[in-house]
């Protein structure tokens, strides 16, 4: 692996607080980081990144329609990357430092995912979902609970890796009386095919802050080199990076917007989700209130 070919993807499409996202974190990438970050959009935040943020990514690629399924987009980034090796970052997180010992980690790595494999009979659930029944129906020797925040790939071996995933979520995974039982995450198709015999993967370490340990943090005791979950993050850590990402965008010329997106993703997510339960009239109005100022 040389820095000459290898780079990070994201994906942004559907919802504007998204690509408002994926901006700050690449802005906050390149102030730690000198890799290329291409971005994976849909029509829509095609148009909005040419008319405000052109230059922000350094390739922008369209999401082909089959991929809108539920939320099957990430399985098109080994397809999309323009680069030999890629690490995939989700849009909402925020780099703090530098990605160097994540490259390390990397090395001789085909596909590499951040989570445990789990085996034999377990209470433990994923997505809504008990491990061991999936484990059962699937036929499963081990289930790879997986954060799909992160996760690297070499362009041949991720193109075949998320292909399958692809396809078992497409045709076993996102079905109607499965979506009818519970949540159904990108994550669970990973762990599926990561778990079945045959499949080489190596294991990546966290570098962000579990929920438990990112609540109790302040903006001096971040030593990871990533954070999300900032749904429970204390409100110190919150204004700390909201005031740096506003920072950057002024820097980097372009409209300081950020509090809007983060905060209405921390509310959607977070300990205030009663007040903003999804598809509720308050939840439709927040929404509304972004996409107005952030026009």
């Not at 036929?139 to 362009?155: A, C, M």
């Not at 340990?213 to 030593?223: C, F, G, I, M, S």
Request: charge should be neutral.
């Amino acid at each position: 692996m040389t820095t000459a070919n290898r780079g990070y993807i994201t994906v942004a499409t559907r919802h504007r607080r998204y690509l408002e996202m994926a901006v700050d974190m690449a802005l906050s990438l390149r102030e730690h980081n000198p890799d290329p970050i291409s971005i994976v959009v849909d029509k829509q935040m095609q148009r909005i990144l040419d008319r405000h943020y052109a230059g922000i990514f350094d390739q922008v690629i369209l999401l082909p329609t089959r991929y809108e399924l539920g939320r099957a987009r990430k399985y098109y980034v080994a397809r999309a990357t323009p680069y030999a090796y890629t690490f995939f970052l989700d849009a909402d997180a925020f780099i703090l430092g530098s990605m160097t010992p994540l490259w390390l980690s990397a090395r001789g790595c085909s596909v590499g995912l951040v989570g445990e494999m789990v085996q034999g009979e377990t209470d433990q659930a994923h997505h809504d979902f008990l491990i061991s029944d999936l484990m059962h129906e699937f036929e499963l020797d081990g289930y790879l609970k997986n954060n799909s925040s992160l996760f690297y790939f070499e362009k041949k071996a991720g193109m075949q890796f998320l292909d399958d995933c692809f396809e078992l979520y497409r045709d076993q995974i996102y079905t109607p009386t499965r979506r009818a039982q519970g949540w159904i995450g990108d994550e669970l198709a990973l762990a599926i095919v990561g778990g079945r015999a045959g499949v080489n993967l190596c294991h990546i370490p966290a570098p962000f802050y579990w929920a438990n340990e990112l609540a109790e943090r302040t903006p001096t005791d971040l030593h990871r080199p990533m954070i999300t979950f900032l749904d429970i993050a204390s409100q110190e850590v919150i204004d700390w990076l909201v005031a740096n990402a506003r920072r950057r965008r002024r820097e980097a010329g372009v409209r300081d917007i950020t509090p809007i997106h983060w905060w209405i993703e921390s509310q959607l997510n977070g300990s205030w989700s009663h007040w903003l339960p999804r598809g509720s009239q308050r939840y439709k109005m927040a929404l509304r209130i972004m996409n107005y100022f952030s026009g």
